[in-house]
T-cell receptor
């Protein structure tokens, strides 16, 4: 079975440009998570969805960040306008449920560099 | 106090050594705990869950101490392939099982 799929794998852009990251969760998983990982802050949860509905976006750093999940097989994380401090690895993860034993399956990540 | 704290290391050990990592958490209502492993420039992957009674998976043993609010991971007979970053994961508690990740402990196993 295919795991979580993310695209692009690498993105280099200039400050002020719009960036869109894409994620396809594992089929049948009800939960989808977006994380950001940096050396300074580690792995931070940005937002998560349950059955395509955003549940908690308190980790989204500011209004420049937005996330959508139009259907069960696709989600996007958009940064507009991008800034150099947004440079990080962005991971998407999915899980079957939100219970105490549910494992999260991560995609390979998108390595974003904002110049 | 951070929600989940880990010693970043690196822990530098020879093959065959036994090494242990601890992780402390601040939310006493936390209910579920995990260790994830992350290889360099890869995504995190579940290593093992941590149960109240402790659990073992081959060379790996995980323990939970609720009174002191920490979990531990013990690796016996270290292999070169164990070199990675080990992330401690604790759910938020209060009915939410959404995890909070520690920043990880780096392990380097050398010949």
């Amino acid at each position: 079975d295919a795991g979580v799929i993310q695209s692009p794998r690498h993105e280099v852009t200039e400050m002020g440009q719009e960036v869109t990251l894409r994620c396809k969760p594992i089929s049948g998983h009800d939960y989808l998570f977006w994380y950001r990982q940096t050396m300074m802050r580690g792995l931070e949860l940005l937002i998560y969805f349950n059955n395509n509905v955003p549940i908690d976006d308190s980790g989204m750093p500011e209004d420049r960040f937005s996330a959508k999940m139009p259907n069960a097989s696709f989600s996007t994380l958009k940064i507009q306008p991008s800034e150099p401090r947004d440079s990080a690895v962005y991971f998407c993860a999915s899980s079957l449920g939100g219970g105490p034993t549910d494992e999260q399956f991560f995609g390979p990540g998108t390595r974003l560099t904002v110049l | 106090r951070k929600e989940v704290e880990q010693d970043p290391g690196p822990f530098n050990v020879p093959e065959g050594a036994t090494v242990a990592f601890n992780c402390t958490y601040s939310n006493s209502a936390s209910q579920s705990f995990f260790w994830y492993r992350q290889d360099c420039r890869k995504e995190p992957k579940l290593l093992m869950s941590v149960y109240s009674s402790g659990n073992e998976d081959g060379r790996f043993t995980a323990q939970l101490n609720r009174a002191s609010q920490y979990i531990s991971l013990l690796i016996r007979d270290s292999k070169l392939s164990d070199s990675a970053t080990y992330l401690c994961v604790v759910n938020r508690g209060g009915g939410s099982y959404i995890p909070t990740f520690g920043r990880g402990t780096s392990l380097i196993v050398h010949p």
